[in-house]
């Protein structure tokens, strides 16, 4: 077994290690073996090689998104759980875009699943629902006592379902996804009593990324075991 460690390579080896990867003749660990890195080097340099990223610059994270997620949301103000998902949808939006522009479209078929979403915040009573949604539209029901943008707030969006004979409340992912590969395409939130059928045409259409029609569609609306509660 070929011992290797991590150290800094030049743009010139790096240059030479992604075109190599570019051939898509050799996985990973074939390109570690053969230039002597870490696998885990040899994937970096082929991630930033597709993303067209400076080879003198280091590769974004998860630490990376996270931050940028989160500035996103401060920077426009997105307090809602929804807002936030709006958000991310329309960056998901953008990658699968510049993923056709370097020539690479998912359209093989789709698979169609929802899930249950439980929030974090206990149920109120309709009349205090309504109140607390009217005040979140204010300014002053955006900001803290200093007037700053609120950074955790109280979900107004969910609402009660039934499923299995067992009550649920929080709200509802409906998602479809490259049946091959599981790349998310599309994906919406709404209030866990909304029909998953009423999502089905939007989801096709929103994962269509070329010309050509999909051509098939696999549901998978599986809801028995609810995912962890989100922060609101």
Known sequence: MIRT??????????????????????????????????ANDAYRISFKTFLGLSFDKPSPDQSTFFRFRRRLSKAAGLERPLARKDALIQLNNEILLQFARKGLSINEGIAVDARLVKSASRPISTDDLR???????TPEGRADKNGKPLKF????????????DTLHYGLKEHTSGDAQSGFVLATTLTPASEHDSKYLHYLKIASCRTKDPIPSMETRVTMDTPIEPFSV
């Not at 150290?7 to 074939?30: D, R, S």
């Open 131 to 137: 109140e607390m949604k009217e005040k979140r539209e």
């Open 5 to 38: 460690i991590h150290k800094n390579h030049n743009a010139a080896f790096k240059a030479k290690v992604a075109l190599e990867a570019a051939k898509g003749e050799k996985i990973l660990t074939q390109l570690s073996s053969e230039f002597g890195v870490h």
């Open 153 to 164: 707030v109280r979900d107004l969006e969910s609402d009660w379902t039934i499923k299995n």
